[in-house]
């Protein structure tokens, strides 16, 4: 399938996608045709690419309001009764019904209170609405990773260099090889485990992730500075142990070991499906990734080409998109960070419409295919092989330094 | 003495911190709420227990608060946070109640094009609920109270000195009050009905109403007519709220007299102050309400890279506007995103300052 085509001066050459044929994934078996579908943009179409996004976004904008933060505070207080609910079944229930029910409960909540208010809220989705429980630099969710430390390794880092390597951490966590442009190393052998292991403590990944213990390692960040880094996260870990294995559990009296058990059950729950998620969004077939030196100058138009090109969907119901956070809309996630989440389903039509006039690739399939499309990339790729250099960008840039202000990417500090 | 107050504190700050970091002070907070929208346990929230139609274009909302109210002193003002269409918006009202009561109530003009009191006019009533800011403001009386009082307002000005009259009548302090107040038509009057009835019941009060259809005296404020109603106004402890050109006049005429030390004034802004705009690029005057300090933008950069070259530090990261680490709320004036092209001119609105140009004199919280 070639969408190479359908950018370009020639009439009649846009193209759009059929009916039930996603650009990226139809049949996405090889990894090799897949990263290579998308149409190069020039500095021009790429900013011409980004206008037509950012117009879109100034429309759902406009539109905010009522609904949308009746939205948000539906589902706070969806986690809120939920975390009530199970923390009653858990505390005072007798049996393994109640146990099961109450865990359930309490693994909603969390799976809620991460995916669709913490992350989203912090993002500053809502910010547009004055609430201070709705703001984004003050939130603070219930996590082991602290929100100073994730506003500056996920909304910063991950948001601005997605994908590219090097520069996006969130590429494997670090630990993992997920795609075939990072080195092979002994300890990626290890990796089908690591990754179980991620997944299983995922929110202590995410806790460690600011603190760059690699670069303590490779000697490039002295141990006072790791010491400074470390000590929000270190004191937020030990009062989250308390909380959910010391003080609950005491107020429970008998009980303590069935509701430190639920406690561990729904945290456990909530790592695994955040991890599945968030592995999902950017690493199936079809996403790709890009170095450094092809994205320095870049403009504010290829800025959004690369989200486009880093991003994956996840397809599903309502449900799916609120478990998620809507992060099964990686995609118009990573092209609108801030626009509340809830309203990608209905932007994701009109994004996929204005990414076929581009020839741009949208890479999007079923929880089942993108999961199982990981979880064969960490297989394979645990195995040596060659290192794979990064698709390179054929095109120059014919007006460098002639963009509007607006539309140059990142100014320097 | 010192070391109980020192345990006192310690528990408290103990409690403070265990609850927030259990998450238990948002738990409380949530449930208090959907028990009762009113009584929360951060914030002075108040529920609206009657509307008053004053007039054909105002309205008195009287509120009762909640424990966390501390209550207000006769002038004084109320910032009045309303929910409109999801947005959090802010405005500052005169109380117009007498203090010491558990109601209080404000006193609103409708404006044309006004956000906030179209809304309270539009879509509030019986039972909503609306936030509260403490009372504040030294357009207060004085204690004690001076002997000698004029109270002059015009328009919806008359809310102020309306709480002082009240109060001065609840405490049976009427002595001699000269009240002189401005309207276009006798049915603008606000309170007219109330103010008549105090005239009669209080010997002491002398109600001046002068309305712009009144065939025997000149359309609105006039230095000669005021002097000839109380001849003795320079003497008198003023106190003084109305639109811009009735308090200029007045303004002129106590400073004429040598009377400026007995004039009090409460200027009241129905709108956001206008603030001139400048082209994108001029230089601007920006305030840094935490540092005290100020900064002169020069060229055409964004407010960071203009913060930056003045030395200061603001947080940032990602510098094209997605990651929202700069974050900071603008507490007057106008900025142009230069993204999107959108303006922000109302006061105490977050800005991102890595693609905010200046279009105004500013003042950040910094």
């Given at each position: 399938m070639h969408l190479g085509t359908a950018f370009g001066s020639g009439a009649g050459s846009v193209m759009r996608p059929g009916p039930g044929t996603p650009p990226c994934n139809s049949h996405g078996k090889k990894e090799v045709s897949m990263t290579h579908q998308n149409k190069t943009l020039t500095r021009e179409q790429a900013d011409a690419f980004g206008r037509e996004l950012l117009a879109l976004r100034q429309e759902v904008v406009a539109d905010l309001g009522e609904r949308d933060v009746e939205h948000i505070r539906r589902i706070i207080r969806a986690a809120r009764r939920s975390e009530a609910a199970g923390r009653v079944l858990l505390h005072v229930g007798i049996g393994p019904v109640s146990f099961v029910l109450g865990t359930s409960a309490l693994a909603l909540s969390k799976i809620l209170e991460n995916m669709e208010i913490g992350h989203n809220v912090m993002h500053g989705q809502y910010d547009w609405t004055g609430d201070p429980d709705l703001a984004s630099q003050r939130y603070e969710w219930d996590l082991v990773c602290t929100g100073d430390d994730w506003r500056h390794s996920h909304n910063y880092e991950h948001h601005t260099f997605t994908n590219i390597l090097g520069k996006d951490r969130d590429i494997g966590y670090v630990m993992l090889r997920v795609v075939q442009e990072q080195e092979w190393k002994p300890v990626h052998l290890a990796q089908p485990i690591l990754a179980a292991l991620l997944a299983l403590f995922f929110q202590w990944g995410v806790g460690a992730h600011d603190l760059r213990i690699d670069e303590l390692f490779a000697g490039k960040q002295t141990s006072r500075q790791f010491a400074r880094r470390a000590r929000p996260f270190l004191t937020k870990a030990t009062w989250q142990l308390f909380k959910d294995y010391g003080f609950f559990p005491i107020l429970a009296l008998a009980n303590a070991p069935r509701v430190a058990l639920g406690n561990l059950l729904a945290n456990g729950a909530r790592n695994l499906w955040a991890f599945a998620v968030i592995f999902c969004g950017h690493f199936p077939e079809g996403v790709r990734v890009y170095d450094q030196a092809e994205t320095e100058n870049e403009s504010r138009g290829e800025w959004y080409a690369r989200q486009l090109g880093g991003s994956a969907n996840v397809e599903g119901g309502r449900w799916l998109h609120l478990l998620t956070g809507h992060l099964s809309h990686q995609i118009e996630h990573h092209l609108f960070p801030d626009v509340p989440a809830s309203r990608y389903p209905e932007m994701a039509p009109r994004v996929r419409e204005i990414c076929a006039r581009y020839g741009q690739s949208y890479c999007t399939g079923s929880f089942r295919r993108q999961l199982g499309s990981v979880a064969r990339r960490i297989g394979r790729l645990a195995l040596p092989g060659p290192r794979r250099p990064v698709a390179?960008?054929?095109?120059?840039?014919?007006?460098a330094g002639r963009v509007a202000s607006a539309w140059i990417g990142r100014r320097a500090a | 003495m010192k070391s109980a107050e020192y345990i006192a504190n310690l528990w408290r700050s103990t409690r403070s911190t265990l609850f927030r970091r259990l998450f238990l002070d948002r738990q409380a907070e949530f449930w208090v709420r959907e028990i009762?929208?009113?009584?929360?346990?951060t914030g002075i929230r108040a529920q609206v227990v009657d509307v008053i139609a004053e007039t054909d274009d105002t309205k008195s909302f009287v509120l009762r608060p909640n424990a966390a109210w501390r209550g207000h002193r006769a002038g004084q003002s109320t910032l009045v946070e309303v929910e409109i269409d999801g947005v959090r918006v802010h405005r500052f009202y005169s109380i117009s109640s007498a203090p010491g009561q558990a109601l209080i109530s404000i006193t609103v003009k409708r404006v044309p094009g006004g956000r906030v009191s179209s809304w309270l006019h539009q879509h509030v009533g019986v039972g909503h609920v609306v936030g509260l800011g403490p009372a504040s403001g030294d357009f207060v009386l004085p204690t004690p109270i001076s002997a000698r009082l004029l109270l002059l307002s015009g328009g919806s000005g008359i809310t102020p000195v309306m709480s002082m009259l009240r109060d001065l009548a609840a405490r049976s302090a009427i002595e001699d009050v000269a009240f002189v107040h401005y309207a276009r038509t006798r049915a603008d009057v606000i309170f007219g009905d109330e103010l008549e009835d105090l005239a009669a019941r209080h010997a002491g009060l002398r109600l001046i109403v002068c309305v712009?259809?009144?065939?025997?005296a000149p359309r609105g404020f006039d230095e000669a007519h005021l002097a000839a109603l109380v001849p003795d106004f320079a003497e008198r402890s003023t106190f003084l709220c109305g639109p811009g050109a009735l308090m200029d006049r007045v303004e002129k005429l106590w400073a004429d007299v040598g009377a400026s030390h007995h004039l009090q004034r409460e200027r009241f802004v129905a709108a956001p102050l206008f603030t001139p705009l400048v082209a994108s690029g001029e230089g601007v005057d920006v305030r840094l309400s935490r540092s005290q300090r100020r900064v002169v933008t020069r060229g055409a950069g964004t407010l960071l890279e203009q913060l930056e070259g003045a030395g200061e530090r603001p947080a940032n990261g990602c510098?094209?506007?997605?990651?929202?680490?700069?974050t900071c709320l603008k507490h007057s004036g106008t900025v142009e995103n230069l993204v999107t092209g959108e303006v922000s001119s109302e006061p105490d609105q977050e800005i991102q300052l890595c693609i905010s140009v200046p279009r105004s004199d500013l003042e950040l919280d910094l």
């Open positions: 390179a960008k054929p095109v120059a840039h014919p007006a | 009762d929208p009113v009584h929360t346990l712009d259809d009144d065939d025997d510098r094209m506007g997605i990651c929202r680490t700069c």
